[in-house]
Every structure is written in structure tokens, then in C-alpha cells.
């Protein structure tokens, strides 16, 4: 072979080599493209199809439930016509503490105790009888402005002690006949996490469905023979708690076991507080004074029929 041919031959040789590495590196180059697209694919699709849709239902369901409340709030309120009254109001306001079917063991305070089964035909009653259930703002709004709800009857619903059978039994209840409810807190017992108290996380929920927390001190004790600095304390910080914790404005103290003296009351307007609840029996009304509201006592033998006789005016 001559020098020129073999030149030649040399030079095809690498050309086709240099080729073959040209397509080899252009194959390589198409896979790694085609297999960053397919996973930039699959990254791109993942979230779409796990994550979103899960945070989706979620939001979509809050949104629902909350535009749900918010529309079940909004006609609650313009379904209700607020009429002026020639006479001043008796408002009833029902004092309730724990709502179960009492132990042997629960006699010394079998006073404080009322069966569900008991609770749910006084719920009944009133539904029947034509009664609207007040919250704090609306007693506050009946009892300054004299005002009535159009054709109907009023009561407020209260509940001492924060106790945890306000959640378990009478809540229930409550939701069944639709009505709402105040539960006084016990601040100090919920923040300590006691078994019969109700928690915040439940307190939270029932307030979202309509039920009302109000102020009932931080230890419970008899404000009556505290000193001021003890009662702006119990008061104060009890308040600021659900404040804090409920994002309101707490408007209402029940008095521990219905004591106080004229210094509660002054501390307690001091605080911001608008009405005082005790435990003196009869019907609520503006002359007895906003921090010094009488309260129907509800026992374990009150009947439907006494407790309707017994609110009437």
C-alpha cells in the first residue's frame, strides 16, 4: 500500500472514530436531556397529586364549614327583629353546674347535679314554649336596651365551673335542640389541667358551634372576705386569660358560689367587666344593677313544667 493510501486509510479511520464518539456523545446528551425532563416532570406532577389536593380539601372544607357558621350566624341575626318594650324586662337566667347521672359517692353535692335525662326536658320545654337562647352581648343588649327578640321568649342558659360534663353531656344536648349556652370558667383549674375540667382545645371548639365562655375567677375562692389586691387579681387575670385565649372580650363574672361585696363590684366594673351574675334566686332585671344579676337556681327535681312556672312573668 502506498504511503498516501495509507494516509488516507488512517485518517478515514479516525474520522469515522471521531464520528462514532460524536453520535455516541449525542445519544448520551439526548438521554440525559429526555431523562431530566421525565424527572423534572415527575417532580413538577408529585405535589399535584399528593400534597395539594390533601391541603386543598382541607382548605376547601375550613372554608366551607367556616362560610357554613358564618352564613348560619349571619341569618341567626337577621332573622332576629329587636322590639322595643313598654315594660322594664324580667330576664330568666338559669344557673346549671354539673349535668350527669349522680354516684352514690356525689351526695354532698347532689344539689349541683343534674341527670341529662332531666337536662334535655327542660331543653325541650322551653324549645317548645317558644324560648330564644341569649348570648352575653344579647342579655347585655335585652337588659340596658329593653328590648325583646319579635314573638319571642327569652332565657340565658348559664353554667358554673367549667366542669367537664359540659362538654361530654351537655353540649350535646344543647346542639340537638339548638340552643346555646355560658359556661363560667374556672381559669386556674383549666390552665392546671384537672380530669373534670374542660381543656382549652374543647372549650375552643364549642365557642366555634356557638357557645359562650364567661369569667368565674381563677381559683374559685370567696370574694366576699378577700382582700382588694387578692380580688383585682382572681378577677384580672382570669379575664385576661380567656381574653388572650378566645380572642374576646369577657363581659360577665359569676361570682364564686354567689359571693362578693360592693368592693367586687367596683373592681369589676374597673376591669371592664359589664354584668356580675350571683346566685340570689329570681328573675334578672335592670334595677337590680348589671354587676349584681339574680339567677334561677335549677335543681335535680326541677321539672320541665316547675322551671316553666317558675320563669314566668
Not at 338559669?94 to 353535692?109: K, Q, R, T, V
Request: aromatic share 6%; proline share 4%; glycine share 4%.
Amino acid at each position: 500500500m502506498t504511503q498516501p493510501t495509507q494516509r488516507r486509510s488512517v485518517a478515514n479511520k479516525a474520522r469515522k472514530k471521531r464520528d462514532a464518539l460524536l453520535l455516541l456523545n449525542l445519544v448520551l446528551l439526548i438521554l440525559i436531556i429526555t431523562g431530566g425532563l421525565f424527572l423534572w416532570k415527575e417532580y413538577r406532577a408529585q405535589p399535584n397529586q399528593a400534597s395539594t389536593p390533601k391541603i386543598s380539601q382541607v382548605s376547601q372544607s375550613t372554608s366551607s364549614k367556616e362560610a357554613k357558621d358564618s352564613s348560619s350566624t349571619s341569618k341567626a341575626k337577621e332573622n332576629i327583629k329587636w322590639v322595643k318594650q313598654d315594660q322594664p324586662i324580667k330576664l330568666p337566667i338559669l344557673m346549671y353546674h354539673a349535668i350527669h347521672d349522680m354516684a352514690p359517692s356525689e351526695a354532698a353535692n347532689a344539689g349541683l347535679i343534674v341527670s341529662p335525662a332531666t337536662f334535655e326536658s327542660h331543653l325541650k320545654a322551653l324549645k317548645e314554649a317558644g324560648y330564644y337562647t341569649l348570648s352575653p352581648d344579647e342579655a347585655y343588649k335585652a337588659l340596658t336596651e329593653n328590648v325583646l327578640p319579635e314573638n319571642k321568649k327569652i332565657i340565658w342558659l348559664t353554667f358554673d365551673d367549667s366542669l367537664k360534663d359540659f362538654y361530654t353531656q351537655a353540649y350535646p344536648i344543647l346542639q340537638k335542640y339548638q340552643m346555646k349556652a355560658t359556661n363560667n370558667v374556672i381559669t386556674g383549674f383549666v390552665q392546671a389541667g384537672r380530669e373534670d375540667i374542660l381543656t382549652l382545645e374543647e372549650i375552643k371548639e364549642m365557642k366555634q358551634n356557638g357557645m359562650s365562655f364567661e369569667d368565674h375567677t381563677v381559683n374559685h375562692p370567696d370574694l366576699s372576705v378577700s382582700s382588694p389586691d387578692a380580688q383585682n387579681s382572681e378577677l384580672q387575670d382570669s379575664k385576661q386569660f380567656l381574653d388572650s385565649n378566645l380572642s374576646q372580650t369577657t363581659t360577665t363574672v359569676a361570682y364564686p358560689s354567689g359571693r362578693y361585696s360592693e368592693t367586687t363590684m367596683q373592681i369589676a366594673e374597673k376591669l371592664g367587666y359589664k354584668m356580675g351574675l350571683t346566685t340570689n334566686n329570681g328573675l334578672a332585671s335592670l334595677s337590680d344593677g348589671l354587676l349584681s344579676l339574680n339567677r334561677v337556681r335549677v335543681n335535680p327535681t326541677t321539672t320541665a313544667q316547675s322551671l316553666l312556672d317558675e320563669i314566668r312573668n
